[in-house]
């Protein structure tokens, strides 16, 4: 059975620092999903810097086949060692899942990954490796839909010592609330956002450390099918829409104009919410088969910035708050980022004058670039992107 990984992570930085001394880099290929979490010893620039090549450089060889022996072999010849601590500048954990589930950890003095599977701590068994004269765990084990893999820097398991806690949170309780966070069946986005907000939280908001979670997700493929925008060509109707209808997955319509489409075709009546929580974003529309129906550009450009600002900045838990909003937009950027991992687009290419308006700005003018847009942003999420257009 084939799988997708669904990574997310998120990084405090230390009170008083501009930048994060610790590095997540993913990377995916055609039959894998990488994820490097690295710590760079100290903080601030120099903990950055170390951080960023240790993963980057993890990642990369990982992903054109080099074995953890020349990957550490690589990382002791061209990093530093500290002159008065004598050890390497970062640690790292490497996980690498294949499609087929095939799963390989790889931790070098970064704490012990956290893998939970129905409810219960997974431990499986793990080889201890010197390479370079670095010990090196590796663990090799076969990933099933629902496992949640989580792993953090040693900020997490310390926070709040001396200050809200006297021996700061520990490994062992930081698996405790995960076994209680992952029975609410959150998504990796959310799992991660919230237990790097307790981190903070224990921190009282001053981190003493830089503080990384990320969370690695099994999950069975999930195809959201986005219908948007009427044929260029209106013979093309019928064709678009069972085309549309036949695919599997959950059904999105975006679009007045391809609503009715979709309903004359099927013979089908559409129906209007009466109900929304922001005036600002049109209500969405019933159509019996469909899972969501929603007015075109102003709501595909509001979930654009939704989905850009979970792109661009470290998600809070307000920010979910804000995305269970039931508001079109709201409900789209829900569906696309914590339900999806393949969105197939069925790209109408007719252009409708109502978006040629020069008062209008520029975003809004066209659906086609939105989509366009729309389809970047998914790709840097990890999501598998199909178009077909007519």
Same mark, same amino acid.
């Given at each position: 059975?084939?799988?997708?990984?669904?990574?997310?992570?998120?990084?405090?930085?230390?009170?008083?620092?501009?930048?994060?001394?610790?590095?997540?880099?993913?990377?995916?290929?055609?039959?894998?999903?990488?994820?490097?979490?690295?710590?760079?010893?100290?903080?601030?620039?120099?903990?950055?810097?170390?951080?960023?090549?240790?993963?980057?450089?993890?990642?990369?060889?990982?992903?054109?086949?080099?074995?953890?022996?020349?990957?550490?072999?690589?990382?002791?010849?061209?990093?530093?060692?500290?002159?008065?601590?004598?050890?390497?500048?970062?640690?790292?954990?490497?996980?690498?899942?294949?499609?087929?589930?095939?799963?390989?950890?790889?931790?070098?003095?970064?704490?012990?990954?956290?893998?939970?599977?129905?409810?219960?701590?997974?431990?499986?068994?793990?080889?201890?490796?010197?390479?370079?004269?670095?010990?090196?765990?590796?663990?090799?084990?076969?990933?099933? @839909? #629902? *496992?949640?893999? $989580?792993?953090?820097?040693?900020? !997490?398991?310390?926070?709040? %010592?001396?200050?809200? =806690?006297?021996?700061?949170?520990?490994?062992?309780?930081?698996?405790?609330?995960?076994?209680?966070?992952?029975?609410?069946?959150?998504?990796?986005?959310?799992?991660?956002?919230?237990?790097?907000?307790?981190?903070?939280?224990?921190?009282?908001?001053? @981190? #003493? *450390?830089?503080? $990384?979670?990320?969370?690695?997700? !099994?999950?069975?493929?999930? %195809?959201?099918?986005? =219908?948007?925008?009427?044929?260029?060509?209106?013979?093309?109707?019928?064709?678009?829409?069972?085309?549309?209808?036949?695919?599997?997955?959950?059904?999105?319509?975006?679009?007045?104009?391809?609503?009715?489409?979709?309903?004359?075709?099927?013979?089908?009546?559409?129906?209007?919410?009466?109900?929304?929580?922001?005036?600002?974003?049109?209500?969405?529309?019933?159509?019996?088969?469909?899972?969501?129906?929603?007015?075109?550009?102003?709501?595909?450009?509001?979930?654009?910035?939704?989905?850009?600002?979970?792109?661009?900045?470290?998600?809070?838990?307000?920010?979910?708050?804000?995305?269970?909003?039931?508001?079109?937009?709201?409900?789209?950027?829900?569906?696309?980022?914590?339900?999806?991992?393949?969105?197939?687009?069925?790209?109408?290419?007719?252009?409708?004058?109502?978006?040629?308006?020069?008062?209008?700005?520029?975003?809004?003018?066209?659906?086609?670039?939105?989509?366009?847009?729309?389809?970047?942003?998914?790709?840097?999420?990890?999501?598998?992107?199909?178009?077909?257009?007519?």
């Amino acid at each position: 059975m084939s799988v997708h990984i669904d990574v997310a992570w998120k990084s405090l930085n230390k009170k008083g620092e501009e930048l994060c001394g610790d590095k997540v880099v993913t990377v995916r290929t055609a039959d894998s999903t990488i994820a490097v979490l690295a710590d760079g010893l100290g903080s601030g620039v120099k903990a950055n810097i170390l951080a960023t090549l240790t993963s980057t450089i993890c990642a990369t060889m990982v992903r054109e086949g080099a074995t953890v022996a020349d990957v550490v072999s690589t990382i002791v010849n061209t990093l530093p060692v500290c002159s008065v601590r004598k050890v390497a500048y970062a640690t790292f954990s490497i996980l690498e899942i294949k499609d087929s589930g095939e799963g390989y950890l790889a931790e070098f003095d970064n704490p012990f990954c956290i893998y939970i599977r129905d409810g219960q701590r997974m431990e499986f068994k793990c080889e201890y490796n010197e390479y370079s004269g670095k010990g090196v765990y590796e663990t090799r084990f076969q990933a099933l @839909p #629902g *496992d949640v893999i $989580t792993i953090v820097s040693d900020g !997490v398991i310390y926070a709040g %010592v001396g200050e809200s =806690l006297n021996f700061g949170w520990t490994w062992d309780h930081v698996v405790k609330w995960l076994l209680n966070a992952t029975a609410l069946d959150m998504s990796a986005p959310r799992l991660a956002a919230a237990l790097s907000d307790t981190v903070n939280d224990l921190y009282m908001k001053k @981190p #003493g *450390d830089d503080s $990384t979670v990320l969370v690695a997700e !099994v999950t069975a493929h999930k %195809v959201v099918n986005m =219908l948007a925008g009427p044929p260029k060509d209106k013979a093309d109707d019928e064709r678009m829409v069972r085309d549309y209808m036949r695919s599997q997955g959950k059904k999105v319509i975006c679009g007045g104009t391809s609503a009715n489409i979709v309903a004359r075709v099927l013979n089908r009546k559409i129906r209007t919410s009466l109900t929304y929580s922001d005036p600002s974003i049109p209500p969405i529309g019933f159509i019996e088969g469909v899972d969501l129906v929603t007015e075109g550009v102003l709501t595909l450009t509001r979930t654009l910035d939704i989905l850009q600002e979970y792109c661009e900045k470290d998600a809070d838990s307000y920010y979910f708050h804000r995305i269970d909003e039931q508001n079109g937009a709201s409900m789209l950027a829900r569906l696309l980022l914590e339900d999806c991992t393949h969105l197939k687009l069925f790209i109408g290419t007719a252009i409708n004058p109502a978006h040629q308006n020069p008062n209008l700005p520029a975003d809004l003018s066209i659906k086609l670039k939105l989509i366009d847009r729309l389809a970047e942003l998914m790709e840097k999420l990890g999501k598998r992107v199909d178009k077909t257009f007519y």
